[in-house]
């Protein structure tokens, strides 16, 4: 296949601002990128945002099939004027954020997931594939750095939040490898990075209820300069029911005075447990 640059040029493609599109245009990086996600000839593959194809090429020599999901037209005429002959190629013009990652094999077992996620969805992406967790086996996706610094950051510093609690509850998360901002066209204003996610089989803390655990942890920073025990009067679940947060809090060991970003995934989990066997009951 051509490379990103010649395709870009063959077709007049300009980036769609409004999509967050900056294509990478450094195949080695591709490369690197695609030998992270560990795929192989026996693996279903749904590629996020397959854009100029380079990427889904290189996947497709590897494994059973990839699925290409992509959201701009103008691209999927791209991808099945490239590669559309490729038998183990299947092109979706799509939202990824509507994608049933359950239905490529119907139940029979796990997808991989690779992509190069806008900027601008990240987070609804992330979520998109917890949701499906169940479905998927991994996920290698580039991110922004910022995003990746948040998902990777331990208790008490500044970056830590929603997603540094809820992403690893439900997988391991590793850093493959900062992409700098020069590989892409066109040029953003930050630089990127590689993640990979491996989805856990079960939570690595024990959770009767996954909807509290994230209920909980999304009160605990809705506002970040707030005490644990003031930001969980908001919560939905509490609020109204005459549940005092101070005795959860004090039940579960945690003092009420401290803020999210200093509470562990374990106090979290911890947390969450004592509140929906809380409301539960209330």
Same mark, same amino acid.
């Given at each position: 296949?051509? +490379? &990103?640059?010649?395709?870009?040029?063959? /077709?007049?493609?300009?980036?769609?601002?409004?999509? !967050?599109?900056?294509?990478?245009?450094?195949?080695?990086?591709?490369?690197?990128?695609?030998?992270?996600?560990?795929?192989?000839?026996?693996?279903?593959?749904?590629?996020?945002? %397959? !854009?100029? *194809?380079?990427? =889904? %090429?290189?996947?497709?020599?590897?494994?059973?099939?990839?699925?290409?999901?992509?959201?701009?037209?103008?691209?999927?005429?791209?991808?099945? +004027?490239?590669?559309? *002959?490729?038998?183990?190629?299947?092109?979706? #013009?799509?939202?990824?954020?509507?994608?049933?990652?359950?239905?490529?094999?119907?139940?029979?077992?796990?997808?991989?997931?690779?992509?190069?996620?806008? /900027?601008?969805?990240? +987070?609804?992406?992330?979520?998109?594939?917890?949701?499906?967790?169940?479905?998927?086996?991994?996920?290698?996706?580039?991110?922004?750095?910022?995003?990746?610094?948040?998902?990777?950051?331990?208790?008490?510093?500044?970056?830590?939040?929603?997603?540094?609690?809820?992403? &690893?509850? /439900?997988?391991?998360?590793?850093?493959?490898?900062?992409?700098? %901002? =020069?590989?892409?066209?066109?040029? &953003?204003?930050?630089?990127?990075?590689?993640?990979?996610? #491996?989805?856990?089989?079960?939570?690595?803390?024990?959770?009767? $209820?996954?909807?509290?655990?994230?209920? =909980?942890?999304?009160? %605990?920073?809705?506002?970040?300069?707030?005490?644990?025990? $003031?930001?969980?009067?908001?919560? &939905?679940?509490?609020?109204?029911? *005459?549940?005092?947060?101070?005795?959860?809090?004090?039940?579960?060991?945690?003092?009420?005075?401290?803020? !999210?970003?200093?509470?562990?995934?374990?106090?979290?989990?911890?947390?969450?447990?004592?509140?929906?066997?809380?409301?539960?009951? +209330?």
């Amino acid at each position: 296949m051509e +490379s &990103p640059r010649k395709i870009l040029n063959k /077709y007049r493609i300009r980036p769609v601002k409004n999509l !967050g599109q900056s294509f990478l245009v450094d195949n080695n990086i591709t490369s690197r990128i695609v030998e992270a996600s560990k795929v192989g000839e026996a693996d279903t593959v749904v590629e996020i945002g %397959a !854009g100029l *194809g380079a990427m =889904t %090429a290189m996947i497709a020599a590897r494994v059973k099939q990839v699925i290409a999901v992509e959201i701009d037209p103008k691209l999927v005429k791209v991808l099945e +004027s490239e590669l559309g *002959g490729t038998r183990t190629i299947e092109i979706i #013009e799509g939202d990824v954020l509507r994608y049933d990652f359950s239905s490529p094999l119907a139940g029979s077992g796990k997808v991989q997931v690779v992509g190069n996620i806008p /900027y601008n969805v990240s +987070s609804q992406i992330i979520f998109r594939l917890l949701e499906f967790r169940n479905h998927i086996s991994s996920a290698t996706l580039m991110l922004q750095r910022e995003v990746a610094e948040r998902i990777t950051a331990p208790p008490g510093t500044k970056a830590y939040g929603i997603l540094s609690v809820i992403l &690893p509850m /439900y997988a391991k998360v590793r850093h493959v490898m900062t992409v700098p %901002a =020069t590989c892409f066209y066109p040029v &953003p204003k930050v630089d990127s990075s590689v993640l990979r996610l #491996e989805m856990r089989e079960k939570p690595c803390y024990p959770l009767e $209820n996954d909807d509290v655990f994230v209920e =909980t942890v999304k009160a %605990a920073f809705a506002m970040r300069r707030k005490t644990l025990a $003031n930001n969980l009067k908001g919560m &939905p679940r509490l609020y109204g029911k *005459g549940v005092a947060p101070l005795s959860l809090l004090r039940e579960a060991g945690i003092d009420g005075g401290r803020r !999210g970003e200093t509470l562990s995934v374990e106090e979290f989990a911890t947390l969450s447990e004592i509140i929906s066997r809380a409301t539960e009951s +209330s």
